[in-house]
């Protein structure tokens, strides 16, 4: 299936020269003047070296068939993070490379897609956005508006985030899992 190059994102499996790839960052650049383009660092599937690759933006690119399912995490072991299909009760194992930086987000029960092709787990794909629990963070400061200054915190997965200032230490606040970006404060 094809599919326009700026519409390729995180976990997304392209198909060049034969070659299955998962796309670990995608950012669509606009300059003033010239051709808009779309860049890519993706992971080839079958040995796992890297690979950066740039399109215009409006350029066609493979979209590989993969069986893409919603799943729940289940735990870590020495063999890797394990899944199960809720439909099914069916356990998948995925490899610690193929989770790489997800893992923080993984907590008992949290609903991901895992992208798999021919059997074998190839990509992750997190929920865009998860409550997670203030640990640690600056008191607040009396007087300090609430304009564009934030502060540091660290979240109870050991994530470090920027936070506005009226937000204290055991919080429950909603953050983005793309860039760990501070969303709100949690509504629960």
């Known amino acids: 299936m094809k599919v326009i190059a700026s519409s390729l994102r995180k976990g997304n499996v392209v198909e060049l020269e034969g070659k299955l790839y998962v796309v670990l960052t995608a950012e669509n650049f606009h300059p003033g003047k010239g051709t808009p383009t779309t860049s890519i660092d993706m992971r080839r599937i079958a040995d796992g070296v890297k690979v950066s690759e740039r399109w215009r933006t409006t350029e066609m690119v493979e979209k590989a068939t993969v069986d893409e399912r919603e799943y729940d995490f289940l735990y870590e072991d020495g063999e890797g993070y394990h899944f199960m299909n ?23 029960g949290i609903k991901v897609f895992l ?9 992750i794909e997190l929920p865009q956005k998860v409550t997670v629990e203030i640990t640690e963070t600056e008191p607040v ?8 200054s934030y502060k540091p915190a660290i979240c109870s997965n ?21 860039d760990y970006a501070y969303q709100e404060r949690a509504k629960d």
């Open 158 to 178: 050991g994530l470090r985030i920027m936070v506005p200032p009226h937000i204290g230490a055991g919080t429950r606040v909603v953050i983005s899992t793309d």
């Open 115 to 123: 992208k798999t092709f021919e059997g074998v787990a190839i990509a």
């Open 86 to 108: 809720p439909d099914n009760y069916e356990q998948v194992t995925v490899s610690a490379d193929v989770v790489g930086n997800s893992k923080v987000f993984l907590n008992e």
């Open 141 to 148: 400061v009396k007087g300090q508006t609430a304009s564009s």
